[in-house]
Nanobody, 122 residues
């Protein structure tokens, strides 16, 4: 069973940037897709970005389009989420997950990390 470990969360000011990392213990790490999700207190989990293993195709949620970028480094089994122009509403626990479908829906992901907290102050 692959283990996913997120890092890079923390406190940022509005307009600032953070880069999250998702490191996989398995090598080679070959899920069909890797996604980033977030969940704020009292809200449902939201899929915000995913990347396809086969061709590197990416998909972004409208809420983060133009601000967040997902990328991957095959050599290190790491997937990144570059977050720019952060807003207070981006405050949430961020999770990476490995799945079997290229989708932003969490039901298609079956391996999850423990999450990393992102807090954005106004």
């Amino acid at each position: 069973q692959v283990q996913l470990v997120e890092s890079g969360g923390g406190l940022a000011q509005a307009g600032g940037s953070l880069r999250l990392s998702c490191a996989a213990s398995e090598h080679p790490f070959s899920p069909y897709a890797v996604g980033w999700f977030r969940q704020a207190p009292g809200k449902e989990r939201e899929g915000i970005a995913c990347i396809s293993r086969r061709d590197g195709l990416t998909l972004d949620a409208q809420s983060v389009k133009g601000r967040f970028t997902i990328s991957r480094d095959g050599a290190t089994n790491t997937v990144y989420l570059q977050m720019n122009d952060l807003r207070p509403e981006d405050t949430a626990m961020y999770y990476c997950a490995a799945g079997y479908l290229f989708s932003l829906r969490s039901q298609y992901y079956d391996e999850w990390g423990q999450g990393t907290q992102v807090t954005v102050s106004a």
